[in-house]
């Protein structure tokens, strides 16, 4: 079967949030993935809808709401994203916790949802067995990555592209 080039092309994606209410994104990183290379990068600041800040939320990603005020609402930054998505598959460390923030964002903006979704952690539960845990970092270390700064959405959605990337060359793994 002959592959065209969307068929190549994945989206590792990484939302950090100001609250557990999911819809309260605070920053999201795009990395785009052709031939199974990172050609393209995006992050921004989201204003959430909410000034809540959980604690926890804070303390994990240094992200406060005076930080965020100034930037975009979700829905214009997602409107950039959704176009660098084009259909594409989407990748996420855990994908569970970014899929209930498209969904979640979804319900309160009206904004697209209609994703495919592919989960590193799951292939790394099934390729890296070995491990102690399957955490983002840990798989990072394992696979000889550089993560610089853990949660921050930037330096995770690139870090969960290249977690794709080397499973899908060490296992050959196919589209």
Not at 121 to 148: G, M, P, Q
């Amino acid at each position: 079967m002959k592959k065209s080039k969307e068929s190549n092309r994945y989206v590792a994606l990484d939302f950090e949030t100001m609250d557990t209410w999911r819809a309260t994104v605070c920053s999201l990183a795009v990395v785009i993935i052709e031939d199974n290379k990172i050609v393209d990068k995006f992050y921004s600041l989201v204003c959430p809808p909410s000034k809540n800040e959980n604690p926890y939320c804070v303390m994990t990603h240094g992200l406060h709401y005076k930080d965020v005020e100034n930037a975009p609402d979700f829905p214009t930054v997602w409107k950039k994203v959704d176009k660098m998505i084009k259909g594409c598959p989407i990748i996420a460390h855990n994908v569970g916790f970014e899929k209930s923030c498209i969904n979640a964002c979804n319900e309160t903006f009206d904004t697209p949802n209609d994703y495919t979704y592919i989960d590193t952690l799951k292939l790394a539960r099934k390729y890296l067995k070995s491990l102690t845990n399957h955490k983002l970092d840990t798989v990072c270390e394992n696979l000889n990555i550089k993560l610089k700064h853990h949660h921050n959405a930037a330096d995770d959605a690139k870090a969960c592209g290249e977690i794709f990337i080397k499973l899908k060359k060490k296992f050959k793994l196919n589209d």
